[in-house]
Structure formats: structure tokens, C-alpha cells
T-cell receptor
């Protein structure tokens, strides 16, 4: 089945540690995105990528990093510089010229 | 001002009611409009998308865009308890392929 897979579903991290969230898609989409969702704030764009080996900062990129070495994969690293990392993280993808973006099931990150 | 504004609710209705969910947007360059449904602790799923102004119907759902007033609506007929979720509107256009989302409206349909 085609789709977007995020893993893990739940993740716990100690303060000061970096952690990487996985996002893989087999939809042959060009563009991929990472959003952060907090209660009452909707979706905020962290990073996005239009093509392999290229990515751009979104509205809240500080404390995060990404890579796009393969078309299918767009991992997000939450670094220790991110002051408030506990949130629900969503990965999405779309064709470059297509209106529809499809989402994964999300990763809930909790800092303990 | 956010580019896409949406009342967070919650909106509580009885089963069988007609539900109206609404968003406003400020960017006149937006041309594509989407509605997503998100159940608790899940990723959003695309419900409907429309291009420019007009209506689009899919089963119990109707999406409506009025570009003159920058107003986006989603109507749900014969609402069911399974429709209880958060509904997110999104728009894009003006040369950008990145969708801009509203905050989402929480809908509760009680039996």
C-alpha cells in the first residue's frame, strides 16, 4: 500500500539528547514537509524539501535539522538546542505541483 | 494576523445535524483550498480539496469557497458520532506549493 510511514509512534527523550524521527514515503512525491502540532496552535512548518539534497527552513526551524539524501526519506533530528521539544510531529508529502498533501500518523515526542 | 483563521471550537451538535465549519484567509493569491479531518492522536487525512471559487460535493460533505470574501466552508450533512474530530482547513497558492493551515476546529457529534 502506498503511503507515508512515521516511526516511532511514541518517543521519549532525556533533556540534552538529540533524537531522530523517521519519515518514509512510497508515493513518489517530490516534496516532503515536517510540521509540529501543539494544542491550540495548529500545524507549524519546521522544514520542507522540494527535491533530493535540498531543503528549506520553515517558520520554526531553530533547534531542528533535516536531511534529504533519498527521495523517499526525510528524517528530522530534534537537537538539544530545541527548548521545548515535547510535541506531536507530523510528516507530509506531495507532488511539487499538486494541491494535495498527505500525512503520516505522527510521532509523539516527550522529553523526560 | 495568521494567513488562515479558524475558530478552534469546540463545536457540539446532536447526531443528524447539519454542521458548518468555516475559515477565512487573507492571502488573495491562494487558489487551492483543502479540508483535513484529524482524529485524536492520528495524522490528518485529506477530506476534500477545491480550486478557486465554487462548490464541491462528496457524499455527506460539501466544500465551498468564496474568493470574493476569502471565506472557506465545509458542510457535513446528517452528522454522525464518527465525524467527531478536529477539522483543519488549508490553503496554498501565489507561487508557493506549501499549504498554510488553520488551527483546526474541534467537532463533537453526540448521539
Amino acid at each position: 500500500d502506498g503511503g507515508i510511514t512515521q516511526s516511532p509512534k511514541y518517543l521519549f527523550r532525556k533533556e540534552g539528547q538529540n533524537v531522530t524521527l523517521s519519515c518514509e514515503q512510497n508515493l513518489n512525491h517530490d516534496a516532503m514537509y515536517w510540521y509540529r502540532q501543539d494544542p491550540g496552535q495548529g500545524l507549524r512548518l519546521i522544514y520542507y524539501s522540494q527535491i533530493v539534497n535540498d531543503f528549506q527552513k520553515g517558520d520554526i526551524a531553530e533547534g531542528y535539522s533535516v536531511s534529504r539524501e533519498k527521495k523517499e526519506s526525510f528524517p528530522l533530528t530534534v537537537t538539544s538546542a530545541q527548548k521545548n521539544p515535547t510535541a506531536f510531529y507530523l510528516c507530509a508529502s506531495s507532488h511539487y505541483d499538486n494541491t494535495e498533501a498527505f500525512f503520516g500518523q505522527g510521532t509523539r515526542l516527550t522529553v523526560v | 494576523q495568521k494567513e488562515v483563521e479558524q475558530d478552534p471550537g469546540p463545536l457540539s451538535v446532536p447526531e443528524g445535524a447539519i454542521v458548518s465549519l468555516n475559515c477565512t484567509y487573507s492571502n488573495s493569491a491562494f487558489q487551492y483550498f483543502m479540508w483535513y479531518r484529524q482524529y485524536s492522536r492520528k495524522g490528518p487525512e485529506l477530506l476534500m480539496y477545491t480550486y478557486s471559487s465554487g462548490n464541491k460535493e462528496d457524499g455527506r460533505f460539501t466544500a465551498q469557497v468564496d474568493k470574493s470574501s476569502k471565506y472557506i466552508s465545509l458542510f457535513i450533512r446528517d452528522s454522525q458520532p464518527s465525524d467527531s474530530a478536529t477539522y483543519l482547513c488549508a490553503s496554498r497558492g501565489g507561487g508557493s506549493y506549501i499549504p498554510t493551515f488553520g488551527r483546526g476546529t474541534s467537532l463533537i457529534v453526540h448521539p
